[in-house]
């Protein structure tokens, strides 16, 4: 359960980004026209533009949808407002397409609003640079106590989770009857919140989130097509096949009759074309090397500010919902206060200006050497990727022995220990697949077809990079990568090709 | 109460004790019986967490530390993937290296819990 205190300031959040712009509802908006780079024309009902004029939905136009990934890539500098408007596009294009199938209709009679709703909410919780901020404030004790063991929302994602206690907050839910009224609509607004974090508890009603939170949702959809376009990255899912091949059906598994959003065959191949997309995103944009350097340099950015007592944007950073409160331009903007020799202004200005840290050594199959053929010391130290409570804590630790090997020749911030996540699959299991004839239908899960998970799962494996960063001095990057390399073996018995360092071209 | 150990060391554990070679690559299964462990071993299993969901619970943890497993202490059998394999070799030089020392007294509460997904995994497949 929240505390009092994280619902204050959801509380005072709202007040502060909704409410005080009460008045743009005495003046009724029109249905407006969106230009799109990726999805073209579309319409934005007169309900939703009063929604998004409002600071709460403006405030995702100074929040970069693929964080630190502009210094890599320069034209990914889209942000999670051009998203949410592209969810929303999305879903309704699934919508129109599931509206084309025979009993659709009436299922979906009185879901649309709702399912744009919840599209247009679903990311407001996001703070700066989105998910990099994200991976750090998912540690703190306020969001350990909704997403931590045994709690509500185990294993949430933490930025759904504040969007969902901004939509479910009391003043929120005020506003947004006022908002019906006026405009003579009838949403479901709690069945919109519980959509933003995959949350359905009807069997009968799973196709209604999976719009949203599903194998081929709206969500992921836009996501894959705008990061890869705006990367530069091109990337092809058969979408009007896709959307051919969509219908709602129910589907006996795990021993109940389950409403959800399915495939036919002939839907195989842009699911596949998805997660391939998926899978090369992730290794060549998401966790470019670069773009870890500028996470874990952020992440530098808060440890200091933590351990000095020091804000950003008058934010002392202990909670998670202090995130809310800053964007990507508050945060470079927190160097303008401060004197430029001000530890605090260099450690921004770094990432800013794109004086980055650099490799000092390479974790990866390729560059760990495979005396111990079964890899065992390997796939030992790899207990550290998995996504834990306390991941950064133990590899703090570890930079910090590094560091003290290394005989401490620059600042600590400056030294990570870097092993990312794997990305999500799975989804192969929540899809299913219709087989069978149209009168006598059965469904097959797409894995029980082709696991194509697994398969996904050996091809992010084998791209897998795990660094040890440090400043760009070539001194310090030496004794850096000495030292990790000593410490590697010693913690974890493990011993790496001269290509770990050497291709760091220190 | 935090528990100090990884759960990927549980997890080690587990495959240690087990009392077969080979178990079934089927997530569903999988997931479900290490969530039915979880509620009775919480001490020990309380770290995978786990989204309750409409279809099955599952946990990113879990897929993860799964992953992490591979290739030193398990495998997925080519080319179906149909099967994981215990790498039994490696498993003993993990439980000697470190894993017995960790478990000093726990090691019957490991036992336990690798025949309860032994059990658990026969058993959801033959529901």
Known sequence: MPDEQFLKEIDKFVEEFLITYKQNLNKKKDEKVVHDALWGTNSIKPHEVAIIDTPLIQRLRQIKQTGFTFLVFPSAIHTRFEHTLGVIFQSQKLLSALLQREGSVDLLAGKIDQIRAAALLHDCGHGPMSHTSEEIYKCLPDMQKLIGKGEEHEEGNPHEILS??????????????????????????????????????????????????????????????????????????????????????????????????????????????????????????????????????????????????????????????????????????????????????????NILYRRLLKRALIISKPTVDKKDEEFFSYTNLKKFQTDIYNKDHELRSLATEIWEIAGKPCSLYDVWVDLPKLPPTGTADDTYVRTGTQDNPDFEKLSDIFKVDDWAEDYTEHKWRGHVFCPNDNNIRKKISNASVEVFKNKFGIEFKSSAQTLCKI | METALHPRDVLEGIFYFYPDDTFENNRETIHTAIYKIREKHFDLLGDITFRKHILFPRSRVLDELLSSLQPGLLFKRNPTYDTYEIKRINLKKSWETYLKEEFIGKEDELKSMAAEFKNLMTGINNA
């Open chain 1, 164 to 349: 969902y206690y901004i939509v479910t907050n009391k003043k929120f839910k005020e506003y947004f009857n006022e908002l019906m009224v006026i405009y003579e609509k009838s949403i479901d607004l709690e069945d919109a919140a519980s959509m933003i974090i995959g949350r359905c508890e009807k069997p009968e009603d799973k196709y209604i989130t999976d719009v949203l939170n599903g194998p081929f949702d709206a969500d992921k959809l836009d996501y894959l097509f705008r990061d890869g376009h705006f990367s530069g990255i091109p990337l092809k899912v058969d979408l009007d096949r896709l959307w051919y091949s969509a219908r709602i059906e129910t589907v006996p598994c795990s021993g109940k009759k389950i409403r959800m959003l399915v495939v036919s065959t002939n839907g195989i191949t842009p699911l596949e074309q998805i997660l391939f997309s998926k899978m090369v995103l992730f290794t060549s944009v998401y966790q470019h090397h670069k773009v870890r350097t500028c996470d874990c340099m952020m992440k530098a950015v808060y440890r200091y500010c933590i351990d000095n007592k020091r804000e950003i944007d008058g934010r002392t950073l202990e909670n998670s919902t202090d995130f809310l409160w800053i964007t990507d331009d508050t945060f470079f903007a927190e160097a303008q206060k401060l004197d430029k020799k001000d530890p605090l202004h260099i450690m921004i200005h």
